[in-house]
């Protein structure tokens, strides 16, 4: 058996650790607006190195350095001002907390509408919301938020979703089952093999489920391993959804422009007139100008019958001589076109 290291070896290392995060407030001090909440791909690179050499997942020490400039952030009293779907530790929680560190300002919102006018009013200077599921695909509310009043689009978050069973009792004590619908879809599988009798109750969200549970033993929530730790819940069951690559993408809006990285995507929201072949010459121009699309989606015009918005992700940044031409070209062929933003790609 290893001999641990004495103590006051361990706490003069912690000190050191303390020494350097003062060094960096006092950097940070004399070029104040700097973020901390963009991780550069040189530090990306150093945590892909640490992650190897210790066997491990290189989030770890990418969320350490993100969390520390955060609390640099803090001590220089230039705070990020973010807004998420509460209550506190639901998935928007966790993923703002991902990108923006422990350290910054959240405030917790109760609609993905709220979350943009956090932003339009200036209330706070970023918000999070989420985008897309890989098993329930697009998030429709947020879709329709860009239609009615674009927003910046300045960074975005690939967040894993483990669904956890949650509550004070055991399984067999279980009548009702709450959470978010989204939640409650993305495990039908599990509930319907293992709790088939159960009342299944859609919430407005998971961390709300979380706090119901807290509260009535017959009832478990369907949320985040987090929430139940925040609400003294027993984890029944982990990883309860059906898809176990299960992730769901958030984006950050706010006010920030991002400078390019050479691993950045762009987002684009155009309208096209109705006629036939219109979407076909669109799509031609990213092909001839050798762009790749991540994504795309249709989303009904709001009080226009037959006509649809499209939101269309790519491969690079605005300010590439390849993306820009594009984007003038497309401007051409449409009635409307609003570039969303430029910003780093997400790593998960």
């Not at 003062?22 to 990306?44: I, T, W």
């Not at 709300?208 to 929530?221: L, P, R």
């Not at 109705?274 to 762009?291: D, E, K, N, V, Y």
Request: charged content about 20%; proline content about 6%.
């Amino acid at each position: 058996m290893a001999v641990p290291p004495p103590s006051s070896e361990l706490q003069k290392i912690d000190e050191r650790l303390l020494e350097l995060l003062a060094e960096r407030v006092q950097l940070l001090k004399q070029q104040p607006q700097a973020s901390g909440a963009e991780l550069p791909m040189d530090k990306d690179a150093a945590c892909q190195q640490f992650a190897s050499r210790f066997d491990m997942d290189s989030h770890w020490p990418r969320d350490w350095l993100r969390h520390a400039a955060s609390i640099c952030q803090r001590a220089t009293h230039y705070v990020d001002t973010v807004a998420y779907l509460g209550p506190i530790y639901s998935y928007s929680y966790l993923a703002a907390v991902k990108h923006f560190g422990l350290a910054a300002e959240f405030s917790a919102v109760m609609t993905i509408a709220a979350a943009f006018k956090e932003v339009t009013r200036k209330q706070s200077q970023f918000a999070v919301v989420p985008i897309e599921n890989s098993t329930d695909g697009r998030v429709v509310d947020t879709l329709g938020m860009f239609a009615r009043s674009p927003a910046q689009i300045c960074g975005e978050v690939l967040l894993p979703i483990h669904h956890c069973l949650l509550g004070l009792g055991t399984r067999n004590a279980i009548v009702e089952v709450h959470s978010k619908p989204q939640a409650l879809s993305q495990c039908r599988g599990w509930l319907a093999e293992h709790l088939p009798h159960a009342r299944l109750v859609e919430v407005s969200s998971t961390a709300t489920a979380a706090a119901t549970a807290a509260s009535q033993t017959g009832v478990a929530a369907i949320a985040s391993q987090e929430a139940g730790l925040h609400h003294g819940l027993r984890i029944i069951e982990q990883n309860i959804e059906d898809n176990t690559q299960n992730v769901t993408r958030f984006v950050v809006i706010g006010n920030r422009t991002c400078s390019p990285t050479g691993h950045d995507k762009t987002s684009l929201m155009f309208q096209l007139e109705h006629r036939p072949g219109a979407l076909a010459t669109a799509m031609l121009i990213f092909q001839q100008s050798g762009i790749n699309l991540t994504w795309i989606e249709s989303f009904p015009l709001p009080n226009a019958p037959n006509e649809y918005l499209f939101f269309v992700e790519l491969e690079g940044h605005r300010e590439t001589p390849a993306v820009g031409k594009a984007i003038e070209q497309l401007a051409v062929e449409t009635p409307r076109l609003e570039v969303l933003g430029s910003y780093p790609r997400a790593v998960n």
